[in-house]
Each structure stands twice: as structure tokens, then as C-alpha cells.
């Protein structure tokens, strides 16, 4: 990392402000978060304090805040940590204002963006991500980004382009690098050139994202959406577009002894599967189903998808019970892949991307520290604006 423009930095005071979650407030976002003052956590073994300047608003706060799938104070606590706040984040940029022992690579007053998968061998060159002993920073962890100052590791912090705010800086690593693993990170299912990809919630910030690696790929990207705003932001990006409302086939199978409810289905997915044809102008179905959105698409998904391709998921939007037909994976020999964030190579390929202007990062709103709960119940509601949001938190 090239080194740092700025003078040694003051000591970290003992406390800060956080925007907090607590137990008895779990639910929706906009109640969930507070602002109180915690104290600034402690700097251990390769660990770095950064000085938050701006944090990404993305899904891992709002299932933080609602305490939904998982209890995440509760199951810290059982792991032996004593805090029972959790101080969510997983995105952001800042300035490093303490090194612990054993760091390399990072210098006190370097501008950085933070990646957020914590891998216990790690280096910032390190290309494997397995999910093993591996936690996602400001989720799994506390002390994320919506608080004066974060605590990672040093193979966290990527340098910070010059060129760009902290905003912008801070909003696209989670879901970017997401999207990079899910199309490069599985071969030989790896995104190449001609090859079609069905990217659910494209105006989203995974989405937004895998469009744009698509494309750099020679791919074709073809987007679904559900308002006309945000297929206007896809077709930007150079998507082909669908409007999920035109169909109504979406959640659970029909029970299959029900021959007129599964006709009507198979019907509503075959029109589906028609659209994506006349969407991209040639009778070619998805190699890449890009998944994210769960039990409402994942049928779909597994029928669109072409024989030997891939559903890769990510997530689990509209819910983590999800119906499969294994005859449509099974004689098609079609795989469905889990993928769970980025390596921190993979984050470093993504930031360059993003350097040479191939990756827009689709920063649309920024809120200030206030705020944090206002920007993720409109996520919770499915009425954000197309592309990532970021909080102001240090930046004047
Ligand atoms: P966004 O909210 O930015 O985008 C999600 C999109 O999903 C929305 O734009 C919406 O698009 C779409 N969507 C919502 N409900 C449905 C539905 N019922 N059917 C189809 N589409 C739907 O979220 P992100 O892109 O940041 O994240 C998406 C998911 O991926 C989240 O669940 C998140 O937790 C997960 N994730 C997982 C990561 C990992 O490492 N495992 C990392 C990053 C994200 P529209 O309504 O326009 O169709």
C-alpha cells in the first residue's frame, strides 16, 4: 500500500458514537438502530481501527436489525463475546488510525475501503474464500461500520482510489465483490463471452453489479425488476430487461398431484422462459442464473436455467425455504451453487475494475449518520432507489 499522505494520527478516544442495535428492538429497521455512545473497540493481533468516514447500506443490516433469521447478539454471547449491542456495517471507507502487532500492508493514515469477509489465515492476496471458521464483518461480527470507528484485519483494507469520494468509495465492495464471486468464482461455470445470464433484482446492488461484470466479460446480462425506474437503470447499464409483475407463477411448486395448478404454472414459467428468448432476440436460455431472491424465484430459476448451467446463490430475499423440482436439475444436469461473498483477491479485482471506470459503483442516495434506519427501511420495504446507498459518517 502506498504510504500514507497524512502525519501519525492522534489515539483513538475511549468512546465513540455507533448506530446500535439492541435485543429488545429488534424489528423493523427504522426503530431498530439508535444512536448511543459504546466503547471504541479494542485493537488486537493484525487487527487495524479505522476512522469510518462513510458506510455501505446493504441487506446485512437489515437482518441484523430485525434479529431475523438469527439472534445475532444472542449467538455472539454464546460464543463468549460479552457485548449485547451489535454495531452492524459491513461496507465502508476511512482512514486507518491504529495498527495492532503483526499488520503489513497498512500504515496509520491510509484511505481505504474495507472488504468484509474475515477469514482466519487470510492475506490480501489470499484467492479462497472458503466459508470454513470464516465470518462476515459487521453481521457475524460487531463493531462494524455504522460507528465512528471499525475494527478489521488488515487484509480488509484495499487503498482507496484518489479519485473517488468516500461515498462512492464506500457503497459497491459488499455487493460488488459478491456478484464477482458468483460469476468468476465457480468454474467452469465462469461467466465467458456470448454467454446469457438471468440476473434477479438488477436495479439491486448485487445486480447492478453483476450487469456491469457481464458485460466486461462479453456476456449478455438480461435483468428482472419490478418497477419501470429501475428497468430504466438496468437497460442504462446495458441490460436486457423483464418486469417480474407481468407473471404470477412466483413461491412454492404447486402440489403435483394437482394436474390444472401445475399446468398453469408450467405455462406461466414457459412464458417466462419465452421472454427471457425474446428479451435477448435468440431461443438461448441462461448458462448463469444469478440468484439472490429465494423461495419467490428459485423454481424459476432451476427451469429457465440452460442444461449444464448454474443457479448461483447468494441470498435469500423472499425467503430461505425454497421449492425444487430435482427432475429439472437432475436430467438436465444443471448445478446449483452456493456462493457466499468474496476472497480478498477477488475484492482487490473488483476494485480495480472499479478504478479504471468498468465497474460504476451506482452510488443513488446518501444519508447522514441519523439516518442509518430511515436508508434501510426502505430496503426492508423494497423502495430503495436503483444501486447502493451510503451513510456519511466522518466525511465533511
Ligand atoms: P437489493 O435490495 O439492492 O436488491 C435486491 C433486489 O431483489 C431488489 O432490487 C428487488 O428487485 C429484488 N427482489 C425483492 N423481492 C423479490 C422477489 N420477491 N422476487 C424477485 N426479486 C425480488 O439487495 P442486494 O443486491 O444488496 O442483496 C440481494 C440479496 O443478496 C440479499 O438477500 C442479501 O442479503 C444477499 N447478499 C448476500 C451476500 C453474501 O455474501 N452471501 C452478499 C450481498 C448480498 P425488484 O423488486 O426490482 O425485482
Redesign the pocket.
Known sequence: MAPSPLPALAPAPGRMRAAVIRRERYGPPRDAFRIEEVPVPEVGPRQVLVKVKAAGV???G??AATGAPVDLISWRQRRGQREDYHTAG?DASGIVWQVGPDVDDVRVGDAVVLS??QYPTASQHSTKCSTAHSE?WGYETNHGSFAEFALVYGYQCHSKPGTMNWESAACFM??G???Y?QLHGWPPHVVRSGDPVLI??????????AIQLVRHAGGIPLA????KE??EHCRRLGAAVI??GDFSH??PLPNPDNARAWDEWLAEVRRFGTAIWDAIGERRSPRIVLE??????LPTSLYVCDSDGMVVT??????YIADIDLRFLWMRQKRLQG????SPAECTELLALVLEGIVDPCLSRTFDFHEIGEAHQL?YE?R?P???MAIRIGAA
Open positions: 446493504n441487506y446485512n437489515v437482518w459491513s468484509c469477509g462476515i459488499l455487493t465483490a459478491t456478484a464471486h434477479w433484482g438488477g436495479a439491486g446492488g448485487v445486480g447492478s453489479a428482472v425488476v419490478s418497477t429501475r428497468a418486469d417480474r412466483w413461491g439472490h431472491s429465494g423461495s419467490a424465484t447468494c441470498g435469500a430475499t423472499s425467503g456462493s457466499h461473498f468474496a430496503i423494497n430503495h436503483p444501486g447502493n
